[in-house]
DNA sequence: GCCAACGTTGGC
DNA sequence: GCCAACGTTGGC
């Protein structure tokens, strides 16, 4: 099993409406490092789902309903896209700052590459962040 | 709103 | 194949 984190902007698409479309294809992605990262993600592989912009932070998990296929959208065939389903709001958002500020995080592609939209996470991060997520100041 | 970091494009 | 110019993303 893999661990995942994904990025979204909460005023196009955030973990509300991931709630309420209950299995949601995860598109748009155009970035061929975030592609090759879902094209590694398993059914059943846990997702966080992470909103950026003014108080970027971890919001919720998720989980991986379908691996990756072709997106009906890119005619080229180039571009992938799974599913994802959301399973459970975090007690507490965690956010970026507390990421940064936290050594088991300081070689994660979430400090050294922000832009990536799609990351992988160690199992140690995994559960470093649903640790932090039961405080309510992280 | 600004800017740094990164990715992509296109000229050579 | 290299690299400069440009565009985009995302943190602050």
Redesign the pocket.
């Known amino acids: 099993m893999k661990y995942w984190l994904a990025?979204t902007?909460p005023e196009e698409y955030g973990w509300d409406d991931l709630v309420a479309s209950e299995d949601a294809m995860w598109n748009g992605v155009?970035?061929?490092?975030a592609r090759n990262n879902m094209q590694r993600m398993a059914k059943g592989d846990p997702v966080f789902i992470y909103h950026?912009?003014?108080k970027?932070a971890i919001v919720g998990i998720a989980e991986v309903s379908r691996p990756h296929y072709d997106d009906p959208a890119d005619p080229t065939g180039t571009w992938s896209v799974v599913n994802v389903r959301a399973k459970q709001k975090l007690k507490h958002p965690v956010h970026?700052?507390t990421i940064?500020k936290n050594k088991v995080f300081a070689e994660s592609s979430l400090v050294?590459?922000?832009?990536?939209?799609v990351h992988e996470l160690s199992e140690d991060q995994f559960n470093e962040v649903l640790s932090l997520s039961e405080k309510a100041i992280n």
């Open positions: 990025k902007e155009r970035n061929y490092a950026s912009g003014k970027p970026l700052s940064k050294k590459n922000s832009r990536l939209s």
